[in-house]
Nanobody, 121 residues
Framework: QVQLVASVVGLVQVGGSLRLSCVAS??????MGWFCQAPGQEREFVGA????????EYVDSVKGRFTISRDNAKNTVYLQMNSLKPEDTAVYYC????????????????WGQGTQVTVSS
């Protein structure tokens, strides 16, 4: 079984940068990624990364600004967030699954506790 533990909170000004990290314990998952949920909104896919890190996928709204990476030696996945906007304010969830990566994958078996990211305007 897998447990995902992520940063508790992130605070940043508009245009700033923030890096979230998520450590997986139990076993290594083939695919990891991130979802977000704004107040009063449904959870939405942000991006995902393959086991090797060679393949990634991002939602259009973050392309060019956010980067997902992973360090398998540390069982850690990262979300580098640049050029942050107020609309990026949300709870970000680290996710993982044992399945292989493919574009359009949206089913993840394991979810982290969520990290509150607040972008001040």
């Amino acid at each position: 079984q897998v447990q995902l533990v992520a940063s508790v909170v992130g605070l940043v000004q508009v245009g700033g940068s923030l890096r979230l990290s998520c450590v997986a314990s139990g076993r290594t998952c083939s695919t990891m990624g991130w979802f977000c949920q704004a107040p009063g909104q449904e959870r939405e896919f942000v991006g995902a990364i393959s086991r090797s890190g060679d393949s990634t996928e991002y939602v259009d709204s973050v392309k060019g600004r956010f980067t997902i990476s992973r360090d398998n030696a540390k069982n850690t996945v990262y979300l580098q967030m640049n050029s942050l906007k107020p609309e990026d304010t949300a709870v970000y969830y680290c996710v993982a699954t044992s399945g292989d990566f493919y574009p359009g994958k949206r089913h993840f078996a394991y979810w982290g506790q969520g990290t509150q990211v607040t972008v001040s305007s």
